[in-house]
T-cell receptor, first 117, second 117 residues
Framework: AQTVTQSQPEMSVQEAETVTLSCTYD???????LFWYKQPPSRQMILVIR????KQQNATENRFSVNFQKAAKSFSLKISDSQLGDTAMYFC????WGGGSQGNLIFGKGTKLSVKP | NAGVMQNPRHLVRRRGQEARLRCSPM?????VYWYRQLPEEGLKFMVY????????ESGMPKERFSAEFPKEGPSILRIQQVVRGDSAAYFC???????????????FGQGTRLTVV
């Protein structure tokens, strides 16, 4: 079974500092994609960053970057220069095709991040 | 280009009534996914549809739940004879046609929060 584990239910960080959210996953597939989604209080699911498993280079999007360790099945999200607007639930997720999967997302339970002024 | 539109945003039903949730995908998107989010949980896949076809319904409860994506009009998630345990946020996502990385561009609606009283 494919699973995603986020071991930090809640985290907090001071504005302008850096925070890292952890995610591990379990799959026997070799080709898949990994994502971090942000869900602010508005409930909208917003894609933050995505990573192709066959690419060794870590993805970056402005203040957001990932540390992808394929052998360890780890996919952490680093947020630099945290802003108040980063306060949200963050979900790690992945997609794979094959083995009966049709490309649906598999989500972790989320990490609630609070950015404090 | 409007995003994924879900309505209603909030829906209250009494036990035993029917709930109908609607999702209009982004223009040009041919894949629709429905997810359910229980309180304090991540999103769980329910069903994947293309126009007039259910491709994967492995996440749908066996009874009372059904989904469709007709040739014309929005995708509908129908829950018959609702019970308190159906209270959740229901999200729809759409993605463009094609395979591989492009299919990972899933865009989410704002969700419908169903409350069963």
């Amino acid at each position: 079974a494919q699973t995603v584990t986020q071991s930090q239910p809640e985290m907090s960080v001071q504005e302008a500092e850096t925070v890292t959210l952890s995610c591990t996953y379990d799959t026997s597939e070799s080709n898949y994609y990994l994502f971090w989604y942000k869900q602010p209080p508005s409930r909208q699911m917003i894609l933050v960053i995505r990573q192709e498993a066959y690419k060794q280079q870590n993805a970056t999007e402005n203040r957001f970057s990932v540390n992808f360790q394929k052998a360890a099945k780890s996919f952490s999200l680093k947020i630099s220069d945290s802003q108040l607007g980063d306060t949200a639930m963050y979900f790690c997720a992945f997609i794979f095709w094959g083995g009966g999967s049709q490309g649906n997302l598999i989500f972790g339970k989320g990490t609630k991040l609070s950015v404090k002024p | 280009n409007a995003g994924v539109m879900q309505n209603p945003r909030h829906l209250v039903r009494r036990r035993g009534q029917e709930a109908r949730l609607r999702c209009s995908p982004m223009k040009g998107h041919s894949h629709v996914y429905w997810y359910r989010q229980l309180p304090e949980e991540g999103l769980k896949f329910m069903v994947y549809l293309q126009k007039e076809n259910i491709i994967d319904e492995s996440g749908m409860p066996k009874e009372r739940f059904s989904a469709e994506f007709p040739k014309e009009g929005p995708s509908i998630l129908r829950i018959q004879q609702v019970v308190r345990g159906d209270s959740a946020a229901y999200f729809c996502a759409s993605s463009p046609p094609g395979q591989g990385f492009r299919r990972t561009e899933a865009f989410f609606g704002q969700g419908t929060r169903l409350t069963v009283v």
